[in-house]
């Protein structure tokens, strides 16, 4: 007996090269990314390719624009809870600069 819901059927032609790599400033896994096929062939790297609300495109644009070094839907674990996150942005903090400050 068939099965009365609908379902699609996708017929794949063979892999192709992209003109360039989509690459990912961190090393993580990633098995599946929500996108659209504007993203995918506009991405230049992995963040670009996630599909989140219009507000969350517009601050990753934003970040770019400004180029803040985020990354986007970033899972975490600190003091043994786990958090997803939208948007991280790793900070690097230089002590060089506050030794400059100090020899005044």
């Given at each position: 007996?068939?099965?009365?819901?609908?379902?699609?059927?996708?017929?794949?032609?063979?892999?192709?090269?992209?003109?360039?790599?989509?690459?990912?400033?961190?090393?993580?896994?990633?098995?599946?990314?929500?996108?659209?096929?504007?993203?995918?062939?506009?991405?230049?790297?992995?963040?670009?390719?996630?599909?989140?609300?219009?507000?969350?495109?517009?601050?990753?644009?934003a970040l770019k624009r400004r180029n803040i070094?985020?990354?986007?839907?970033?899972?975490?674990?600190?003091?043994?809870?786990?958090?997803?996150?939208?948007?991280?942005?790793?900070?690097?903090?230089?002590?060089?600069?506050?030794?400059?400050?100090?020899?005044?």
């Open positions: 007996m068939k099965s009365s819901r609908e379902y699609y059927r996708l017929r794949l032609g063979p892999l192709q090269l992209l003109p360039a790599p989509i690459f990912s400033r961190r090393a993580r896994r990633i098995v599946f990314i929500p996108s659209s096929w504007e993203k995918f062939t506009t991405a230049v790297e992995i963040n670009d390719l996630y599909h989140g609300s219009p507000l969350e495109d517009r601050l990753w644009a070094p985020a990354e986007r839907e970033e899972y975490l674990t600190a003091s043994g809870q786990e958090y997803a996150l939208d948007f991280a942005v790793y900070c690097v903090i230089v002590r060089a600069i506050a030794y400059a400050f100090d020899a005044g």
